[in-house]
């Protein structure tokens, strides 16, 4: 085959591409317009705000610093449950996908661990969740990393914070 017929083949192959209207559309406008809606739509990821849902049982100083920390996280909105109700009940009955609870005793607990040193001594927040949910896992290893950072600046001693 010579050069010369190679390219008359390649011009004729362009030219009844460009003639067929829809080939053109899917083959350039329509993965153009693809990128543009999903760059569109998930292009403010990093701004995610995350709802959890927060009951306190203990009541003291202590669990509300610990409260205090997690709303100073920009992406965290914090949003309180009242003590006197059963969470697992709200949960189902609002369809919230979390609640995370602290538990009666965190504040005595977090006392006897700091002034005894008494690395025994540990305060398990429970989360009440919906397994369903395809955001939960999400949630929940976000609080696992700030309940990490927590104990890690607990002078680097065993957990306090843990799940049961």
Do not use: C, W
């Given at each position: ?105 965190y504040e005595s607990s ?31 290893e976000i609080l696992n ?20």
């Open positions: 085959m010579s050069p010369r017929i190679i390219g008359a083949n390649l011009i004729v192959s362009i030219k009844s591409f460009y003639r067929e209207k829809t080939a053109v559309f899917f083959r350039v406008a329509f993965p153009v317009l693809l990128i543009l809606v999903f760059g569109t739509i998930f292009m403010n990821q990093d701004n995610v705000r995350y709802d959890f849902y927060m009951q306190d049982l203990d009541q003291t100083d202590s669990s509300a610093e610990l409260i205090k920390n997690l709303g100073s996280n920009e992406n965290f909105k914090i949003i309180m449950v009242d003590p006197n109700i059963n969470a697992a009940q709200h949960a189902r009955k609002s369809k919230i996908n979390l609640i995370v609870v602290i538990p009666k005793g977090l006392i006897q661990r700091m002034t005894l040193e008494d690395l025994s001594v540990s305060a398990a927040i429970t989360y009440i969740y919906d397994p369903s949910s395809t955001s939960v896992e999400t949630k929940m990393a700030v309940f990490a950072e927590i104990n890690q600046s607990m002078s680097g001693k065993p957990t306090f914070i843990s799940r049961p």
